[in-house]
Antibody
Framework: QVQLVESGGSVVKPGGSLRLSCAAS????????MSWLRQAPGKGLEWLAYISSGGSTIYYADSVKGRFSISRDNAKNSLFLQMNSLRAEDTAVYYC????????????????WGHGTTVTVSS | EIVLTQSPGTLSLSPGERATLSCRAS???????LAWYQQKPGQAPRLLIY???SRATGIPDRFSGSGSGTDFTLTIDRLEPEDFAVYYCQHYGSSLITFGQGTRLEIK
């Protein structure tokens, strides 16, 4: 079945870096636009970054622009999030998610999500 | 940037009742780009509705979405015990994605 599995979360000191991965299976990964999102403890959902299927279009939320970088390796069915200059407020569960695509048409929803990986930024 | 405001913050209802959740946008949005999610504790969000009114695969027909412009509604008929959760609306803009702050649906 279609599955996204995040990895790479850990405890890191403020100012540190971390690289998250999202492994896709059961889908033609190169067909889909992808996003990274997060959820701080007890808080709502926050979108972070978006990358088109071929990687040519990338968007970031203002909160992470200049610190985080999204990328993908379609040959390895993988999505990445490089996180630099981490702050305490970056502590959260991080999710990767697939943008809904029906036929060739893109819709607004994200229909497949990973289970999340936890990042804790603390000294 | 379009801001989505959900109301109420918390909704207390009993199983079998109807839930009506609101999502108001700060500017008019294309109804093709408004989605709703359900999230239970410790789980990833689940897509319920896309395009303001289309149910995602496997979503029961007691869930329905409506609205256009700046006002959108998620309605859940005949609440089941498993429907008590947090619900988010979400919009794809021209270069960013925004979420509402969520509505907690709790058992009365």
């Amino acid at each position: 079945q279609v599955q996204l599995v995040e990895s790479g979360g850990s405890v890191v000191k403020p100012g540190g870096s971390l690289r998250l991965s999202c492994a896709a299976s059961g889908l033609t990964f190169s067909d889909y636009n992808m996003s990274w999102l997060r959820q701080a403890p007890g808080k709502g959902l926050e979108w972070l970054a978006y990358i088109s299927s071929g990687g040519s279009t990338i968007y970031y939320a203002d909160s992470v622009k200049g610190r985080f970088s999204i990328s993908r390796d379609n040959a390895k069915n993988s999505l990445f999030l490089q996180m630099n200059s981490l702050r305490a407020e970056d502590t959260a569960v991080y999710y990767c998610a697939r943008r809904l695509k029906l036929g060739k048409r893109l819709y607004d929803g994200m229909d497949v999500w990973g289970h999340g990986t936890t990042v804790t930024v603390s000294s | 940037e379009i801001v989505l405001t959900q109301s109420p913050g918390t909704l207390s209802l009993s199983p079998g009742e109807r839930a009506t959740l609101s999502c108001r946008a700060s500017q008019s949005v294309s109804s093709n780009y408004l989605a709703w999610y359900q999230q239970k504790p410790g789980q990833a969000p689940r897509l319920l509705i896309y395009g303001a009114s289309s149910r995602a695969t496997g979503i029961p027909d007691r869930f329905s979405g409506s609205g256009s412009g700046t006002d959108f509604t998620l309605t859940i008929d005949r609440l089941e015990p498993e429907d008590f959760a947090v619900y988010y609306c979400q919009h794809y803009g021209s270069s960013l994605i925004t979420f509402g702050q969520g509505t907690r649906l709790e058992i009365k």
